[in-house]
């Protein structure tokens, strides 16, 4: 099991990485936080559910499952929240 879980929140990590490099790569603010939210969102999933195959706890897993449920509803919210904010505020 561990090794499942190396390889999830080695892929995890590469996601994170990624995500950095395109925002320094992309010249404009949208697809900048485009690629922001798909890579951290998928980073913090890949490397939340490595964690959970690491854990014997089953306390931990659960409390980690909560974590993942968040994350995965509050990431593009907030980047929908905060790419619309910036639009409505550069059309005016």
């Not at 590469?14 to 900048?32: A, E, M, P, Q, S």
């Not at 980073?43 to 195959?53: E, H, M, P, R, Y």
């Not at 995965?72 to 980047?79: E, L, M, R, V």
Request: glycine content about 6%; aromatic content about 16%.
């Amino acid at each position: 099991m561990q090794i499942i879980a190396n390889i999830l929140i080695f892929i995890g990590l590469f996601f994170f990485i990624v995500g950095t490099l395109g925002l320094f790569r992309f010249d404009d603010f949208f697809k900048r936080a485009h690629g922001a939210a798909k890579c951290d969102t998928l980073g913090a999933v890949l490397s939340l559910i490595g964690l959970c195959f690491y854990s014997n706890d089953i306390f931990v897993v659960f409390k980690l499952i909560l974590v993942l449920i968040f994350l995965w509803i509050t990431n593009p919210t907030a980047t929908h929240l905060i790419t619309n904010s910036n639009y409505e505020s550069n059309k005016k």
